[in-house]
C-alpha cells in the first residue's frame, strides 16, 4: 500500500504554518484547512489560487482522498481525486489555470454511508517548465482502478515534479 505518512506530514505543516495554504473553492464553499462540505457539495471541479508569494508556474495538483474506504481501515487509500498539469498564474487575483487537459478529471468526494469524514487534500507541485505528461499517461480517462491505492512518489517521479509549495484540504461524508 502507498505510504501515505508524507501527507500527513504536509497536514501537520498547514496547521503550524511550514506550508502554504493553496487557495481551494469548491462551487460556493472556499477552503480554509479542514472545512467540512457536504458530499453533494463537491461536484464542481475545484478552482485553485496560488499564495500571493506564488511565482506564475508552472504547477501540477494532485488531490487525494487520504481515508478511504473508512477512517479507520484506509486499505483503498490515497484515492486520486484529480491530476492537472500545467497550472499557471493567471490573473492578478492569483487564479491558477491550465490549457491541458486533466490527467484525472476531478472526481467528487464519495465516502460511503455511514462513513467518518474523509480528508481530501490539494497537493500543489512545482513542474519543470518544459516538462509534459508522458503521452502513456494522457487521452485515456482515469479508471477507478487506477485511482485507488495511487502512488503519488511514483507519478511526482514520472513527471518529474518538485516540491510540495502548498497544500490545503476539506473533508466530506
Not at 511550514?18 to 462551487?27: A, F, Q
Not at 475545484?46 to 484506509?74: H, Q, R
Amino acid at each position: 500500500m502507498p505510504s501515505v505518512s508524507k501527507h500527513e506530514a504536509v497536514l501537520e505543516g498547514l496547521k503550524n504554518g511550514t506550508h502554504r495554504t493553496l487557495g481551494v473553492s469548491v462551487g460556493l464553499h472556499q477552503v480554509t484547512p479542514g472545512l467540512q462540505i457536504p458530499k453533494g457539495d463537491t461536484q464542481p471541479t475545484p478552482t485553485l489560487s496560488a499564495p500571493s508569494d506564488l511565482p506564475p508556474g508552472p504547477y501540477t495538483v494532485i488531490a487525494l482522498d487520504l481515508d478511504a474506504p473508512f477512517v479507520s481501515w484506509n486499505v483503498m487509500s490515497p484515492i486520486a481525486h484529480w491530476i492537472q498539469t500545467g497550472l499557471h498564474v493567471k490573473q492578478l487575483g492569483q487564479a491558477l489555470e491550465s490549457d491541458e487537459p486533466a490527467m484525472g478529471p476531478w472526481a467528487a468526494a464519495g465516502p460511503p454511508p455511514g462513513a467518518a469524514p474523509h480528508r481530501y487534500v490539494f497537493f500543489l507541485y512545482s513542474q519543470k517548465p518544459d516538462s509534459s505528461p508522458p503521452p502513456n499517461l494522457t487521452g485515456k480517462p482515469m479508471g477507478l482502478g487506477q485511482r485507488m491505492r495511487f502512488d503519488t512518489e511514483a507519478i511526482v517521479k514520472q513527471l518529474g515534479l518538485g516540491e510540495i509549495v502548498a497544500a490545503n484540504y476539506f473533508v466530506s461524508n
